[in-house]
């Protein structure tokens, strides 16, 4: 063996133990797809109109997520009481050495004075965290004493990602903030899709609410331009929590069950077309005693107006792409919803997803299940569970594929490296601009063919 096969052979070896490593054990991870939690915290407070979050961090820890979240989503943060003028402590060696609590109460106090909001949120970064500032005890000396009211979200960037920071803020709204409502039949609340993280998050909560309420339903929405913070007091008000992920979102129905006794609901993975939108509202529908003939006039109206739009484009969709092996570089939910839709609806075959949202260790049988069985085809995925980039692309290495559905760090080796056309479809996207654009429901596998054949191919 050459001194090179042998360095790639050690290389190689190397790669292998660190990616057998828990990624918090990791010496580094290269460009990870998430922020730190308090960064999750920040973008999901700011994705609820008149949430205000107040960061008790340096000032660089605000500027970084704010515009990696805005362009990594592909400008999806929303912020009218956060954003660009979002406070914070923007903590200096002086509160390092000398403590930053009396930083933070002048920051709150200002806040009050000069801030529209209907909620305050203060979330911590690692300066407090490691300096022992008591922020619990300042929040509280603002509780019950101002005209609205204030929470505090423990979010230490070094406690977790950003994905731990959704729920690490839910739980803090469910504690301090939520108190029992009498429930109201048909209100559902929907969890699991994580605003910013999820690129697609507003036009997917926006067509679930399309779905839910094409059959009697009323949708609370929690995140979004139609949200408030009335909304956030309603949750308690719902009949079922919905929760559209294989783990994202659980901790947070769990606990709205415990302290409010509201049963829950999972749907692992996005529902992208006919078949699996059909299949996630008659669930619904079945668990919720929804009125049967609605259901049918609702399923059969769009799955007609949905497979009249996939006529259009399925010559296509045939002629150029039949049998085209496909890779998955994304979040379990979109992992999940993209290889099931492609490979059952349009002959695609999976040869390789790659799940970059690190799930807990109890969700990833069932995510693995859900993107290897009941697949319409010969070809069963290889699924592997990594969310550094380069040991991303060495799995990649091992496969043959012809489209690559990944995030914009795939884009540019899709081609030289792979030989394969690339879609965005997953955090980070900093090669689109997304406004409500969507790939859920009975029409988002259309929007997905869309978008993907207008890259390879020319109408006829």
């Known amino acids: 063996m050459s001194a090179t096969e042998l360095t790639l052979a050690q290389q190689r070896e190397e790669d292998d133990r660190i990616a057998a490593l828990d990624p918090k054990e990791r010496p580094l991870l290269e460009t990870p797809r998430h922020t730190c939690a308090m960064g999750g915290v920040f973008a999901t407070a700011s994705a609820i109109p008149g949430v205000l979050p107040i960061l008790h961090s340096g000032g660089g820890c605000g500027w970084a997520n704010f515009f990696g979240f805005i362009g990594a989503s592909g400008g999806g943060m929303l912020g009218d009481s956060g954003a660009m003028m979002t406070p914070c402590t923007c903590l200096l060696e002086k509160q390092v050495v000398f403590g930053g609590e009396e930083r933070l109460r002048d920051q709150i106090r200002s806040t009050y004075e000069l801030m529209n909001g209907d909620l305050f949120v203060v979330t911590g970064g ?17 509780r019950g004493t101002q005209d609205r009211p ?32 009498p429930v109201k039949k048909g209100v559902v609340n929907i969890l699991g899709v994580q605003p910013c993280q ?60 415990e302290k409010f006794g509201t049963p829950y609901f999972v749907y692992p993975g996005t529902p992208i077309g006919p078949i699996e939108t059909e299949r996630f509202l008659r669930q619904i529908s079945e668990r919720l005693a929804v ?22 484009i ?84 091992n496969c043959s594929f012809q489209l690559l559905f990944g995030s914009s760090m795939e884009k540019y080796v899709a081609g030289p490296r792979y030989l394969a056309g690339h879609h965005t479809v997953s955090f980070p996207a900093f090669d689109r601009l997304i406004l409500r654009r969507t790939y859920t429901g009975y029409g988002g596998g259309n929007a997905l063919l869309e978008d993907v054949l207008s890259k390879f191919s020319r109408p006829f």
């Open 126 to 142: 690692c300066i407090p965290a490691l300096i022992g500032d008591d922020v619990e005890s300042v929040v509280n000396e603002f």
């Open 150 to 181: 204030i929470i505090n979200v423990k979010s230490s960037g070094f406690s977790g990602t950003s994905y731990d920071g959704y729920e690490l803020f839910l739980g803090a709204v469910i504690d301090q903030f939520l108190e029992p409502r």
């Open 198 to 257: 999820q690129i697609y998050w507003k036009g997917d909560l926006g067509e679930y609410e399309r779905i839910l309420n094409s059959v009697g339903l009323e949708v609370n929405p929690i995140f979004g331009s139609r949200a408030s913070v009335e909304n956030l007091r309603r949750i308690p008000e719902a009949e079922l929590n919905i929760v559209i992920s294989p783990w994202q979102g659980h901790a947070t129905a769990k606990k709205l069950e």
């Open 291 to 312: 009125d049967n003939e609605a259901v049918e006039e609702s399923v059969t109206k769009d799955k007609a107006l949905a497979y009249a739009d996939f006529g259009y």
């Open 314 to 397: 399925a010559n296509v969709l045939y002629m150029g792409f039949c049998s085209t092996p496909f890779a998955v570089v994304a979040d379990s939910n979109i992992a999940i919803g993209l290889t099931r839709y492609l490979t059952n609806e349009c002959g695609l075959l999976p040869t390789i997803v790659v799940v970059t949202d690190n799930p807990p260790e109890e969700a990833r049988q069932l995510i693995t299940d859900r993107l290897t069985k009941e697949l319409e085809g010969v070809v069963v995925p290889d699924v592997f569970f990594e969310n550094d980039t380069y040991l991303i692309q060495r799995k990649l290495d």
